[in-house]
Antibody, heavy 121, light 111 residues
C-alpha cells in the first residue's frame, strides 16, 4: 500500500513563504506522477497541481489560483515531493494533501494524511 | 464556488439506496469519461471509491456504483450501512488547461 506522509505545515503571515514536503514509500517513486490537493477546513477539495515523472518530462502544472506563486518539485533520490508556496494569501489556508496520481483514468488513488497551512496575520 | 455542482446533503435509512448527482459541463463531466468519486470520513483523508465514471478500485464494495448521463454523473450507494455516512466528492478531468475540478461535496447521512 502506498504511504504518503506530509510535513511542513504551520502558521505563516500573508505574503510569506512555506515549503511542504511529502515522503513517499511503497511505490516506485521514479515512475510516479504526484499531485497536491487542498481543502479549506469544512469545505470542498481543490486541485493544486501535479508533477510528472522524469520519463514524461518531469514538468509540473498548476491550478489557476496558485499559478506563479506555488512550485512543485521532487527529489527522486529521497522519494520526496515538495510544494514551495510563496506570496501566500489568507485564502490559501487549507489542509494540503499529497496524492499519488495514477493516471487521468485513475487520479488521486492514494492520499497522505494532510498538513494544515494557516495564513494569518 | 465549486466547478461541479453537488447537492449539499443526502440521506437514507439502512438498507436503502441513495443517489448523489454531480453536474458539470461539456468541458469536464460531459467531455471526458474521467469522473471519479471520493469518500471522506470526518478527520480523515479522502479515499477513491470510483474512477472512470463507474470502475471500483480493489476493495471497494460493489454497493457503490457510478454512472453518467450527458453532463451529469451520479454515485449510487445501495444497501446503505452506517459506515457509509461520510462526505462524498466528485471530480472530473477538465482538459489540459484546468486539469481537475471537484464538486462541493455531499454529506450523506444514514438515518
Amino acid at each position: 500500500e502506498v504511504q504518503l506522509v506530509e510535513s511542513g505545515g504551520g502558521l505563516v503571515k500573508p505574503g510569506g513563504s512555506l515549503r511542504l514536503s511529502c515522503a513517499a514509500s511503497q511505490l516506485t517513486f521514479t515512475n510516479a506522477w504526484l499531485s497536491w490537493v487542498r481543502q479549506v477546513p469544512g469545505k470542498g477539495l481543490e486541485w493544486v497541481g501535479l508533477i510528472r515523472n522524469r520519463a514524461d518530462g518531469g514538468t509540473a502544472d498548476y491550478a489557476a489560483p496558485v499559478r506563479g506563486r506555488f512550485s512543485i518539485s521532487r527529489d527522486d533520490s529521497t522519494n520526496t515531493l515538495y510544494l514551495q508556496m510563496s506570496s501566500l494569501k489568507t485564502e490559501d489556508t487549507a489542509v494540503y494533501y499529497c496524492t499519488h496520481y495514477g493516471s487521468n483514468s485513475v487520479p488521486f488513488d492514494s492520499w497522505g494524511q494532510g498538513t494544515l497551512v494557516t495564513v494569518s496575520s | 464556488q465549486s466547478a461541479l455542482t453537488q447537492p449539499p446533503s443526502a440521506s437514507g435509512s439502512p438498507g436503502q439506496s441513495v443517489t448523489i448527482s454531480c453536474s458539470g459541463t461539456s468541458s469536464d463531466v460531459g467531455g471526458y469519461n474521467f469522473v471519479s468519486w471520493y469518500q471522506q470520513h470526518p478527520g480523515k483523508a479522502p479515499k477513491l471509491i470510483i474512477s472512470e465514471v463507474s470502475k471500483r478500485p480493489s476493495g471497494v464494495p460493489d454497493r457503490f456504483s457510478g454512472s453518467i448521463s450527458g453532463n451529469t454523473a451520479s454515485l449510487t450507494v445501495s444497501g446503505l450501512q452506517a459506515e457509509d455516512e461520510a462526505d462524498y466528492y466528485c471530480s472530473s478531468y477538465a482538459g489540459y488547461k484546468n486539469f481537475w475540478v471537484f464538486g462541493g461535496g455531499t454529506k450523506l447521512t444514514v438515518l
